[in-house]
């Protein structure tokens, strides 16, 4: 398989410099503490005989792969993105990787469709375009062999809270950032139904909570994303460093003894056949 492609219509609000990509590697570590696995135990591989194919969307710095691909050595593992700038050369992967440029708002071209048994994603909060995840779930289903497994993990944006030290903690910036994210990602408290309604038998929706020892760690790392965001976004210089000083006030907030935390979702859903 081909490890880049022509060049793709790319719309990312992140960067893909070192410092976005460690921290991404480090966010892919919380990711894993939390939740415990890469695939969720209900997933259920059975043993054909032959390898079983399993893709990665957004694969970002292929951190994901590497992992799952080590525990499943005699698996076939696709990594797709619509850039492949993040990840470490192929060649540095374990053998079972390899990587293809590919643009989820795309249909998939024809050898890769009803190739996978199972498609996973992760954070495609900030491509999920209008609220509505359906065109990403119809892509990616088309990617899948009939009774194949899809599993997202995302963000509950709208569900985040502040975890405080104390009641006595006032931390106003916190308190104001929060209320905008209760106004967004509504979309993901029904990715299982969007997902149902798109073809799929539903699984089952997990959600965790945030662990209050790694509660500062999630807090900074998504400080780290915010920032990314505002110096990678054309803007005037004014209303780039207005919100960069809204970034330190929160995060001198958080030195007080509180943070937001966000709860993760997992989707899972099955291709019917």
């Not at 892919?28 to 969720?40: C, F, I, P, Q, S």
């Not at 540095?92 to 009803?114: H, T």
């Not at 969007?194 to 997990?206: A, K, L, N």
Request: glycine fraction near 6%; charge should be negative; charged fraction near 25%.
């Amino acid at each position: 398989m081909p490890s880049s492609q022509p060049c793709l219509a790319d719309t990312y609000a992140l960067s893909r410099d070192y410092t976005a990509t460690s921290r991404l590697n480090y966010q892919y570590y919380l990711w894993k503490e939390t939740l415990g696995y890469d695939l969720h135990p209900s997933i259920s591989l059975a043993d054909t005989g032959s390898a079983r194919a399993i893709a990665d969307v957004g694969c970002g710095t292929a951190i994901w792969l590497r992992s799952i691909a080590q525990a499943l050595p005699n698996d076939i593992f696709d990594g797709l993105d619509i850039s492949l700038a993040q990840c470490p050369p192929v060649q540095w992967l374990p053998p079972n990787v390899s990587l293809r440029a590919w643009d989820l708002f795309s249909e998939p071209p024809q050898e890769l469709r009803c190739r996978y048994d199972v498609v996973h994603a992760r954070l495609l909060f900030v491509v999920v375009q209008n609220e509505d995840p359906r065109p990403v779930i119809n892509n990616l289903k088309l990617l899948l062999k009939p009774g194949g497994y899809l599993q997202w993990d995302e963000l509950n944006v709208p569900g985040s809270s502040i975890l405080r030290t104390s009641h006595d903690v006032q931390v106003p910036e916190m308190e104001s950032r929060l209320a905008s994210l209760k106004q967004i990602g509504g979309w993901v408290k029904r990715l299982g139904s969007y997902m149902v309604e798109c073809g799929f038998s539903e699984e089952g929706c997990w959600e965790y909570g945030e662990k209050k020892e790694l509660a500062q760690a999630f807090f900074d790392n998504h400080l780290a994303k915010d920032v990314e965001m505002i110096v990678t976004r054309t803007q005037p210089v004014a209303d780039r460093d207005a919100q960069l000083n809204a970034i330190k006030d929160l995060y001198d907030e958080s030195r007080k003894g509180a943070v937001l935390c966000t709860p993760k979702v997992v989707c899972v859903a099955r291709k019917m056949v």
